[in-house]
């Protein structure tokens, strides 16, 4: 397996504009995660799905923020709009209950908002 | 609510010796524990996990180690090499939910 696959790797946007940021978990894993990593905050839990339905959004910063996750194979994470305190690596991670708590984590999207 | 903190925020070990990094959680009803391994511009690795059940779990060249009276765990690493110079969380869940992660040690090893 490729492994869990995000994209765009970079994102450089403008205040106000909307970012879309997409994941494609590990086939067969039926619990996926969005994080956000910066050096102030670390790495925090955004929301999480299981089977494609969401969870836990309690970690979402505010409604600027929305993920949906349509099939089992992808995820969208969309800030709009979006605000310059958005520049962060935002990770996807995804995990097999049956085989544990093990996640799996994507190469991340480093987005800037300027 | 969860808080995951640690002892030192940067380590520097010399290539052979033996890393210990150190955690501590809030939550007390945290039963399931992981070390991730984050090299730069990747994204974070599993290295090992631990359950509350437990109080040490070996892994290759790593052990964890956890003390549930005092909420502390630690990562050891043996005969630490330039490969394992990274950042290294710890993080707690209850249930396998709502990860939460401390922020980090820098582990750098020196020739």
């Known amino acids: 397996d490729a492994g869990v696959i995000q994209s765009p790797r970079h994102e450089v946007t403008e205040m106000g504009q909307e970012v879309t940021l997409r994941c494609k978990p590990i086939?067969?894993?039926?619990?996926l995660f969005w994080y956000r990593q910066t050096m102030m905050r670390g790495l925090e839990l955004l929301i999480y799905f299981n089977n494609n339905v969401p969870i836990d959004d309690s970690g979402m910063p505010e409604d600027r923020f929305s993920a949906k996750m349509p099939n089992a194979s992808f995820s969208t994470l969309k800030i709009q709009p979006s605000e310059p305190r958005d520049s962060a690596v935002y990770f996807c991670a995804s995990s097999l209950r049956a085989s544990g708590y093990e996640q799996y984590f994507g190469p991340g999207t480093r987005l800037t908002v300027t | 609510g969860e808080s995951v903190g640690l002892h030192l925020p940067t380590l520097s070990v010399q290539e052979g010796d033996n890393s210990i990094i150190n955690c501590a959680y809030s939550n007390s009803a945290s039963d399931y524990f992981i070390w991730y391994k984050q090299e730069s511009g990747k994204g974070p690795q599993f290295i090992i996990d631990i359950r509350s059940n437990m109080d040490k779990r070996q892994g290759q060249r790593v052990t964890v180690l956890l003390n549930k009276t005092v909420k502390h765990l630690s990562l050891q690493i043996a005969a630490t090499q330039p490969g394992d110079s990274a950042v290294y969380f710890c993080?707690?869940?209850?249930?396998?939910?709502?990860?939460?992660f401390g922020p980090g040690t820098r582990l750098s090893v020196l020739p």
């Open positions: 086939s067969g894993h039926d619990y």
């Open positions: 993080a707690a869940s209850f249930y396998g939910q709502n990860f939460v």
